[in-house]
């Protein structure tokens, strides 16, 4: 069995498919983007970061399954339609079927929708609903250059694109993501929207390169949030803007939920602040013009089990016999979206 050297680790032959074309294609062109932009310090380790990214993704147990289903995908001229939606359209004839088993190889589908040649992928989230609560409030992203932390598929990321963003990258390293987010960038290889596989505490610190930083469903799963708004800050450009999205609870500034075990059957949720507690974390961390600008419940319409994500979802994460609470007992999950700004 033959290989060869791929970045700094070997792949066999079998695997120069579709999918690793794909990953040698946009780590290209990643890195003639960035040497287009303010990143000029940081190109070396961003592009670091993606290689070791995908050398996780390359050993991962499941990658032959995802692989395969991203490789079963037609290769044909397609249109990506990113204004109301996110849908890939095309001219030619595709087989519906072989296309809709080609996408539950990805199975679970959990950040969406999308249309994908005629196949319509109900995801767990709604995250068109999310989009539609925070774009109303947050400023023109058109001609910004934009990070998006935590972006698992990449949804928003081209809601963001189709804001008229210059350039938008992502981190999240949920492998299976990468797969989410290749299915749609290979109907559209050249826009300015990466996902490095990678998470943000990898990222370098101080780059002061993003007009705009998207936290969104990340802070609550933070040991130290405190940091993780210091790294946001040190991020941004002068009058940059932060648009973080996060459970919150009711309560004064002295309110913060701190679950004894799992919080909605999640295991990994540390601190959920109160509206008034999360204000005071911002302004410790040095943020200004404060505003939180939506607060939303969580319904069991907007995240739920569907035929694309098949496992246990809000329903489930719910007391029975009292939907405003977790089945821990806790306040069920509600969201806001808080705004600020940094200037140096």
């Given at each position: 069995m033959g290989g060869l050297r791929f970045g700094f680790f070997i792949i066999c032959e079998e695997t120069l498919d579709f999918t690793t074309a794909y990953q040698a294609k946009e780590h290209q062109n990643l890195a003639h983007v960035l040497s287009h932009r303010d990143f000029t310090p940081y190109i070396d380790a961003l592009l670091k970061l993606n290689q070791q990214g995908w050398h996780k993704i390359f050993k991962h147990g499941d990658f032959s399954r995802w692989s395969q289903g991203l490789n079963a995908l037609p290769d044909v001229q397609a249109d990506v339609d990113i204004s109301h939606q996110v849908c890939v359209q095309s001219v030619a004839h595709t087989d519906k079927e072989k296309v809709e088993q080609a996408l539950k190889q990805l199975h679970p589908w959990r950040k969406g929708p999308f249309d994908i040649l005629g196949v319509h992928i109900d995801t767990e989230w709604r995250s068109d609903w999310k989009w539609q609560r925070v774009l109303p409030h947050i400023s023109s992203l058109q001609d910004r250059v934009v990070l998006d932390?935590?972006?698992?598929?990449?949804?928003?990321?081209?809601?963001?694109?189709?804001?008229?963003?210059?350039?938008?990258?992502?981190?999240?390293?949920?492998?299976?993501?990468?797969?989410?987010?290749?299915?749609?960038?290979?109907?559209?290889?050249?826009?300015?929207?990466?996902?490095?596989?990678?998470?943000?505490?990898?990222?370098?610190?101080?780059?002061?390169?993003?007009?705009?930083?998207?936290?969104?469903?990340?802070?609550?799963?933070?040991?130290?949030?405190?940091?993780?708004?210091?790294?946001?800050?040190?991020?941004?450009?002068?009058?940059?803007?932060?648009?973080?999205?996060?459970?919150?609870?009711?309560?004064?500034?002295?309110?913060?939920?701190?679950?004894?075990?799992?919080?909605?059957?999640?295991?990994?949720?540390?601190?959920?602040?109160?509206?008034?507690?999360?204000?005071?974390?911002?302004?410790?961390?040095?943020?200004?013009?404060?505003?939180?600008?939506?607060?939303?419940?969580?319904?069991?319409?907007?995240?739920?089990?569907?035929?694309?994500?098949?496992?246990?979802?809000?329903?489930?994460?719910?007391?029975?016999?009292?939907?405003?609470?977790?089945?821990?007992?806790?306040?069920?999950?509600?969201?806001?979206?808080?705004?600020?700004?940094?200037?140096?």
């Open positions: 932390i935590g972006c698992g598929s990449g949804y928003h990321m081209w809601r963001m694109l189709g804001e008229g963003a210059k350039l938008v990258l992502g981190v999240d390293p949920s492998p299976l993501f990468s797969f989410h987010f290749a299915s749609i960038k290979r109907y559209q290889p050249d826009a300015a929207s990466f996902l490095i596989p990678t998470g943000i505490d990898e990222i370098p610190s101080g780059m002061q390169c993003f007009d705009t930083v998207f936290s969104m469903g990340i802070l609550y799963h933070r040991r130290e949030p405190l940091e993780h708004l210091y790294k946001i800050r040190s991020l941004l450009k002068k009058g940059g803007e932060l648009v973080l999205e996060t459970l919150v609870v009711d309560g004064d500034e002295t309110t913060c939920l701190v679950p004894s075990g799992r919080y909605a059957k999640m295991r990994n949720v540390w601190f959920i602040p109160s509206v008034a507690m999360l204000t005071i974390w911002l302004q410790r961390a040095g943020f200004k013009n404060i505003r939180c600008v939506d607060l939303n419940t969580t319904s069991i319409e907007e995240q739920r089990s569907t035929e694309w994500m098949t496992f246990e979802s809000l329903p489930d994460f719910l007391d029975p016999k009292d939907r405003q609470k977790t089945v821990e007992g806790y306040q069920a999950p509600k969201r806001a979206v808080m705004l600020a700004n940094y200037d140096f």
